[in-house]
């Protein structure tokens, strides 16, 4: 059993910088694939990174470049820098953690953070 709390999210501007953190409970948290989707109202949730346990990372085309994915096992946190931030970047971000599988699909994973709002003004 995984436990997730995300944090982080807010309010920006457009082109602006924003660093969410998944912190997890759990001894194993260095055996997780961990991945961030993202979801806004009325729409299904999509895939926006994902870091392997040996460090693999996977980033969706709309993010490359922008956002970075990174993992602290020590801490066992799982972190989400995203730079160059636009408005249609606008949605709830949630942290995911998994075993095995594809890091991509959101179906799977079985172990999800609250969520936490990024908001971004043009």
């Known amino acids: 059993q995984v436990q997730l709390v995300e944090s982080g999210g807010g309010l920006v501007q457009a082109g602006g910088s924003l660093r969410l953190s998944c912190a997890a409970s759990g001894s194993t948290f260095d055996t997780y694939i961990m991945g961030w989707f993202r979801q806004v109202p009325g729409k299904e949730r999509t895939f926006v990174a994902a870091?392997?346990?040996?460090?693999?990372?996977t980033y969706a085309d709309s993010v490359k470049g922008r956002f970075t994915i990174s993992r602290d096992n020590a801490k066992r946190t799982v972190y989400l820098q995203m730079n160059n931030l636009k408005p249609e970047d606008t949605a709830v971000y949630s942290c995911?953690?998994?075993?095995?599988?594809?890091?991509?699909?959101?179906?799977?994973?079985?172990?999800w953070g609250q969520g936490t709002q990024v908001t971004v003004s043009s």
């Open positions: 995911a953690a998994r075993r095995l599988g594809s890091t991509t699909t959101a179906d799977g994973y079985p172990y």
């Open positions: 870091i392997s346990a040996s460090g693999g990372i």
